[in-house]
């Protein structure tokens, strides 16, 4: 069971960037898709990016299409989530994930090993 630990969230205005980091412990990490959900206040969490095993195939939402990118480097066990042209509506805990499913699903309850989070405030 791999466990995750985000960091890099923080406050930031309206069209300024964050880059986010999810490590993982153990030796299995390049054997998961590796997916960043983010939960605001009232809402569902929603997969916002994911990358596959290789790194080779990444989904986006279509909310941070052309914003956000995301990126893995299997030996330091880390997933990245360069997020840019940050808006108010990007307000939420991000959180990092795995599956073992080879189809990249937005399913919440398809993915494990929940990091603790980290927060990241946009100011208009």
């Known amino acids: 069971q791999v466990q995750l630990v985000e960091s890099g969230g923080g406050l930031v205005q309206a069209g300024g960037s964050l880059r986010l980091s999810c490590t993982g412990s153990g030796r299995t990490f390049s054997s998961y898709a590796m997916g960043w959900f983010r939960q605001a206040p009232g809402k569902e969490r929603e997969l916002v990016a994911a990358i596959s095993r290789s790194g080779a195939s990444t989904y986006y939402a279509d909310s941070v299409k052309g914003r956000f990118t995301i990126s893995r480097d299997n030996p330091k066990n880390t997933v990245y989530l360069q997020m840019n042209s940050l808006k108010p509506e990007d307000t939420a805990v991000y959180y990092c994930?795995?599956?073992?499913?080879?189809?990249?699903?937005?399913?919440?309850?398809?993915?494990?090993?929940w990091g603790q989070g980290t927060q990241v405030t946009v100011s208009s």
């Open positions: 994930a795995v599956t073992m499913s080879v189809v990249i699903t937005t399913t919440p309850a398809d993915w494990r090993s």
